[in-house]
C-alpha cells in the first residue's frame, strides 16, 4: 500500500506542478519539482516525463533528449544532464560543480520509453508541423487520461487544422465522458453535439447502451443529452452527405455530358451510333498523358499547368482520329445504321488494340496537378475533391463553347440544318458531305476533351472507353437527338438519380434501375426529353 | 386447299438443301462418332477429343448465329444482346450440373462449393428444382424465352427499332453481365460454374458423352434450319419480310408488326438458350463474360460475314470466323483483334451480302458473262418480298432512304 500511496502523491505533486507551469509565463529554467520523480523508481520517473511533455517548452525537451540519450542522472539532490565531462543542472542548463563520474545515469526501460514517445508527441502537438501534430494527436488520444486535458485545450486553443481539432476533439470527450463527475459528463454530452463525426456519435451512443439493468451511463440528465447530441450530429451529416451525394451526382453527370455531347452531334446529324466514340475518350486522354510526358521531360518547372496545354492536344488528336473515321469508313456506310454500327465497333477494337501494342496493356499513370488535389471537406467523410470541382467548370467551358458554334457561327447552322433535314438543306446548298466530316470532328474532339477530365479521375488505358458507350448513348436517347439542351439535362439527371439509386441500394442495382427506367421512359417519350420539332417520313 | 404441312416442310427447302442436310446429319451422327470412338488414337483418321469439344461448341456457336439471323436477317432487328440469351440457357443448365456435382465438391457439401465458400446454409428460391434435368431443360428455354418475351413486348410496342433497340439491348446484357458478377446473385459472381462432373449420372468427360453431346449439337443445328427454313417460306416469314423493308406500309395494310416480330424474337432467344445448354457441357464452365456486350456483337459479325438474310450464311459465317479464332488465337493472339475489327470494317464495307452473297455474285457473273456487270451495291428494296426471302439481302436499305431525319 504504501509505495503506490507515495508515488500517487507524487503523481498529483508534479501535476499541479505543470498546471503551475502552464498558469505562468515561460520559466527561464524548470520547476524542480517537475524533476523530483527522476529520483523515485520507474514509476515516478514515468510520471515525471508525462509531466514534463504536458509542461512543455525547451528545457523540457532538453531534459527528455538527455534521457532519451542515457545522459540523464541523477547525484544526490539534484538531476544532472552528462555531456561528455560536463555536466549541467537539468533545470536550469547551467554547469553544475559534480564530476561526470560521480553522477548515477537514469537507464531507460520500455516503459519509459514508451512513456519519452508520448511525451515527445505531447510537445509536438503544440509546435509542430501539421503532419506532426496529427500524428501526436491521434497518439495521445490513444491513452488520453484526465492528466492530459490542459495539454488538449491549449492545444485546441492554438489549434487551426481541422483533422487535428478533430482528434483532439474526440479525445477529450473521451476522457470527459468518462469523468466521475456527472456536471462534467453532461457539459461533454452537450458540447459533442457540435460536432460532425460519426466516431463521436458512436462515443456518445455507447452512453446509451444497457448492459443488464444498468445503464452504461448512470445519470438520466446526461442521458438525454447525449440523445440531443446524437440527433444533432445525425441531422448535420445527413444534410453534408446530400450535400456529397448530390456533388458526386453533378460530378458523374459533368463527366456523362462531355461524353455524350460529341456524340450527341454525331448522331443527331448522321443517325449513326459511333460505337468507336469510347475510344476516342481513350485517344483524349492518351494525348494528355503524351503532353504530361512532354512536360516531365522537358519543362518541369510548368508541370502544374500540363492539363491547360493537354486541352487543344486532345481536342485535335481525337478530332484528326474522327477525320480519318468518317473519311475511310464512315462515308461508305451512310443510310446504312446497323451496318455502321457494326464497322464502328470494329475501329474500336483495332483503335483498342492499336494501343496496346504502342503505349502497352497496362494503364498509364496520370498525375493530378497540384492546384487540382485536395478538397473541401463539408463534414467527416464528405469531401468534395478538386478535381471534380475543376471538371464541373470544365465541363460548362466546353458546353459553352459548344453552344456558341452551334448557335452563333456558320458551320454550327448548316449542321442543324442537316440535323434537322438533310436534303433540304442539300436541296439549299448546304454542302453536307463537308457538315458531315466536320459535325463529326467536332464530335470527336469533344470526345478528346472528354478524356482529357476523364484522365483525372479515372485509371487510363487502352480499354477505358468500353465503359462510356453505352451510358453516353444513354443520355443521348434520353435527351433526345440532336438537342444540346436535352443532354445536359438528361446527363445531370442521369447523374445525380443513380448516385443517390446507389447510395441506396449499390452500384450494380443502381445502374439496372436506371436501365430499367430509361427503357420504361422511352416507351413514354420515344423522341426522348426534348424533341426534335419537324416533319419527319417515318416514325 | 390447304397444302399439308409435311409437304409444306419439304417444299421449303430445295432439294440441294435437304441433301447437303443429309450428308451433314451423316458425318455428326456417323462419321464423327466413328471416327472419335471406334477409330485407336494412331489411325489417321482418328478425330480427337480436343477437337470434338471444339467442333460441338462451334456447332453451338452456329445455332446462335441461325437464331440471330432469323431475328436480324429476315425481321432486320439487330440484337446485341443475343449473348445474354445464350448465357442464360448455359446458366440454366449449368445449375443442373452444379446439383450433379453431388457431394464431390471440393467441400463434399451438398451445396455447391460457391454457395459453401460464401457461407450459404441453403439453396436460394430460384435454385429449386435445379436438380431435376427435365426443369433445367425447360428452364434453358423458358427463362430467356420469358425475358426475351417481355423486354421485346415493351420495345417492339413502343416501336423502338433501329439503332435504338440495338443499343438497349446492348445494355441489357451489360445490365445481365454486372448483376451475374455479384457473389450475391447467387451464381458464382466471377468464376461462374464450371469443374462439372456428371449429367444423369454419367461422366461428363467420357468419350461418349462427348460424342452424345456433339451429335445432340448438330441436331439441334439441323432441326434449327428446318424449322427456320420453313418459318421464313412460309406466310408469316413474308409478312415479316415484308415488316422489315417497309413497316408502316404493312401496318397499312392492316397487320400488326407486334407479334410477328415478338413471335420471332422470342423464338430466336430461345433458340439462344437452348444452344447454350448445348454448350455449357462441351466447354465445362459457363461465367459471367459470356454475357459481355463484345460476345454479343460478334454473334452479328458472324451472321453478316456468311450473309444476312440466309440461313446457310449464318451457319458458314459461324463456322469461319470461330475456325479462324481457335486457330489464330493460338498463333497469334497479339493481332486477333486487330484481324477481328477489320474484318468487322471490311465486311460492312465490301462485303455486305456476305460470302454468300459473293459466291452467289461470281456464280451470277459467270452465267451472265460477258453480259452487263453486276451492280456492286445489293438489290433495290422491295424487291424482296415477293421472292423467296432466299434472296433478301438489303434489310435496312429501305429504311435507308428515308434515314435521313428520323430518329
Known amino acids: 500500500m504504501e509505495p503506490a500511496m507515495n508515488r500517487l502523491l507524487l503523481r498529483l505533486v508534479l501535476f499541479c506542478a505543470a498546471l503551475a507551469c502552464l498558469a505562468g509565463p515561460a520559466r527561464a529554467a524548470l520547476d524542480p519539482a517537475l524533476l523530483a520523480g527522476f529520483h523515485g523508481d520507474f514509476s515516478s520517473r514515468v510520471s515525471a516525463i508525462e509531466a514534463l511533455g504536458v509542461a512543455g517548452g525547451d528545457d523540457a525537451r532538453r531534459v527528455l533528449a538527455a534521457l532519451e540519450e542515457g545522459n540523464l ?43 519519452l514517445s508520448a511525451a515527445h508527441a505531447a510537445l509536438s502537438l503544440l509546435d509542430g508541423e501539421r503532419g506532426e501534430r496529427l500524428a501526436a494527436a491521434q497518439n495521445l488520444s490513444e491513452n488520453a487520461s484526465e492528466t492530459l486535458l490542459p495539454l488538449f485545450e491549449r492545444a485546441l486553443a492554438a489549434e487551426k487544422d481541422d483533422a487535428v481539432r478533430g482528434v483532439l476533439t474526440r479525445a477529450m470527450a473521451k476522457v470527459n465522458l468518462g469523468a466521475a463527475n456527472p456536471a462534467k459528463r453532461l457539459q461533454a454530452a452537450e458540447a459533442l453535439g457540435e460536432s460532425s463525426d460519426p466516431a463521436v456519435k458512436n462515443m456518445l451512443a455507447a452512453l446509451l447502451q444497457k448492459n443488464g439493468d444498468a445503464w452504461a451511463e448512470p445519470d438520466v440528465a446526461v442521458r438525454s443529452a447525449a440523445e440531443a447530441s446524437i440527433a444533432a450530429i445525425d441531422r448535420r451529416v445527413a444534410t453534408a452527405q446530400h450535400v456529397g451525394t448530390v456533388f458526386s451526382g453533378l460530378s458523374l453527370g459533368s463527366i456523362l455530358l462531355l461524353a455524350a455531347l460529341g456524340l450527341a452531334i454525331t448522331y443527331g446529324v448522321m443517325g449513326i451510333i459511333n460505337m468507336a466514340h469510347g475510344e476516342l475518350l481513350m485517344v483524349g486522354a492518351y494525348a494528355t498523358f503524351m503532353v504530361q510526358t512532354l512536360f516531365r521531360g522537358y519543362l518541369p518547372g510548368w508541370l502544374d499547368w500540363y492539363v491547360v496545354a493537354a486541352i487543344p492536344v486532345a481536342f485535335f488528336a481525337a478530332a484528326l482520329v474522327g477525320v480519318a473515321m468518317e473519311r475511310l469508313v464512315l462515308r461508305h456506310l451512310y443510310g446504312r445504321p446497323l451496318e455502321s454500327l457494326l464497322a464502328t465497333w470494329g475501329l474500336s477494337l483495332v483503335l483498342i488494340q492499336a494501343m496496346r501494342v504502342i503505349v502497352g496493356p497496362q494503364n498509364v499513370e496520370l498525375a493530378n496537378p497540384s492546384w487540382m488535389s485536395g478538397g473541401i471537406e463539408l463534414a467527416a467523410g464528405v469531401v468534395l475533391p478538386w478535381n471534380r470541382i475543376v471538371i464541373i467548370g470544365f465541363a460548362v467551358f466546353v458546353l459553352a463553347l459548344i453552344w456558341l458554334t452551334m448557335q452563333k457561327t456558320r458551320l454550327g447552322m448548316f449542321v442543324r440544318a442537316v440535323t434537322q433535314n438533310r436534303p433540304m438543306a442539300g436541296c439549299v446548298g448546304v454542302p453536307t458531305a463537308r457538315v458531315d466530316t466536320l459535325a463529326f470532328a467536332i464530335g470527336a474532339g469533344i470526345a478528346g476533351l472528354g478524356g482529357l477530365a476523364l484522365s483525372q479521375i479515372a485509371n487510363v488505358g487502352p480499354a ?53 427506367f430509361i427503357i420504361v421512359f422511352i416507351q413514354k417519350r420515344p423522341q426522348g426529353i426534348f424533341a426534335l420539332k419537324g416533319r419527319f417520313a417515318d416514325s | 386447299m390447304r397444302t399439308p404441312f409435311t409437304v409444306r416442310l419439304i ?127 425447360f428452364l434453358a428455354v423458358a427463362a430467356p424465352g420469358l425475358i426475351a418475351f417481355v423486354f421485346g413486348y415493351f420495345a417492339f410496342r413502343s416501336r423502338i427499332k433501329g439503332v435504338y433497340f440495338s443499343i438497349i439491348t446492348q445494355a441489357l446484357t451489360y445490365a445481365a453481365m454486372l448483376l451475374f458478377f455479384r457473389n450475391e446473385t447467387g451464381f458464382g459472381g466471377n468464376n461462374g460454374f464450371t469443374d462439372f462432373k456428371r449429367i444423369l449420372g454419367h461422366s461428363i468427360t467420357s468419350p461418349e458423352m462427348r460424342t452424345l453431346l456433339f451429335a445432340l449439337s448438330a441436331l439441334l443445328l439441323i432441326a434449327s434450319l428446318v424449322l427456320g427454313r420453313y418459318l421464313v417460306t412460309s406466310r408469316f416469314g413474308r409478312v415479316l419480310a415484308a415488316i422489315r423493308d417497309a413497316e408502316s406500309r404493312v401496318m397499312f395494310i392492316g397487320y400488326n408488326p407486334l407479334h410477328y416480330k415478338l413471335f420471332m424474337w422470342t423464338l430466336s432467344a430461345m433458340l439462344c438458350g437452348l444452344a447454350g445448354a448445348l454448350y455449357v457441357p462441351q466447354v465445362g464452365i459457363i461465367n459471367p463474360s459470356e454475357m459481355s456486350p463484345a460476345n454479343s456483337i460478334e454473334i452479328a459479325v458472324w451472321v453478316a460475314v456468311g450473309g444476312r438474310g440466309t440461313l446457310v450464311g449464318a451457319v458458314l459465317g459461324a463456322g469461319i470466323v470461330n475456325l479462324l479464332k481457335s486457330w489464330a488465337t493460338v498463333s497469334f493472339p497479339e493481332y486477333w483483334p486487330f484481324f477481328l475489327g477489320f474484318l468487322f470494317i471490311a465486311v460492312t ?37 415477293d421472292t423467296l426471302p432466299e434472296g433478301a439481302t438489303a434489310p435496312q436499305h429501305a429504311a435507308a432512304a428515308t434515314k435521313g431525319a428520323a430518329a
Open chain 1, 464 to 516: 477505358m472507353g468500353q465503359g462510356y458507350i453505352v451510358d453516353s448513348f444513354m443520355v443521348v436517347v434520353l435527351g433526345g437527338v440532336g438537342q444540346l439542351a436535352g443532354a445536359v439535362w438528361a446527363a445531370l439527371g442521369l447523374g445525380i438519380v443513380s448516385k443517390f439509386l446507389e447510395g441506396w441500394a449499390g452500384a450494380v442495382i443502381a445502374k439496372i434501375l436506371v436501365l430499367v
Open chain 2, 349 to 385: 464495307l465490301y462485303l455486305p451480302d456476305g460470302v454468300v452473297g459473293l459466291w452467289r455474285k461470281l456464280r451470277a457473273g459467270r452465267k451472265a458473262a460477258p453480259a452487263a456487270e453486276q451492280p456492286l451495291r445489293t438489290p433495290p428494296p422491295g424487291s424482296t418480298t
Open chain 2, 11 to 137: 417444299q421449303s427447302m430445295p432439294r440441294g438443301g435437304w441433301i447437303a442436310l443429309a450428308l451433314f446429319a451423316l458425318v455428326a451422327w456417323v462419321g464423327i462418332p466413328v471416327a472419335h470412338l471406334a477409330l485407336p488414337e494412331s489411325h489417321p483418321l482418328h478425330v480427337s477429343a480436343y477437337t470434338v469439344s471444339l467442333l460441338g461448341k462451334i456447332l453451338c456457336y452456329m445455332v446462335v448465329a441461325v437464331a440471330m439471323d432469323l431475328i436480324w436477317g429476315y425481321a432486320g432487328i439487330l440484337s446485341l444482346g443475343h449473348g445474354l440469351f445464350f448465357a442464360l440457357g448455359g446458366y440454366a443448365f449449368g445449375m443442373y450440373l452444379m446439383r450433379q456435382i453431388g457431394r464431390d465438391g471440393s467441400y463434399g457439401a451438398d451445396l455447391p462449393d460457391f454457395m459453401v465458400f460464401l457461407d450459404w446454409k441453403e439453396l436460394p428460391w430460384y435454385w429449386a428444382g435445379s436438380d431435376s434435368f427435365a426443369w433445367a431443360l
Open chain 1, 73 to 115: 542522472g541523477v547525484a544526490g539532490e539534484r538531476v544532472l544532464i552528462v555531456d561528455g565531462d560536463a555536466v549541467r543542472d537539468a533545470a536550469t542548463g547551467e554547469a553544475a560543480d559534480v564530476a561526470a563520474a560521480d553522477v548515477d545515469l537514469i537507464t531507460v526501460n520500455n516503459r519509459v520509453r514508451r512513456a
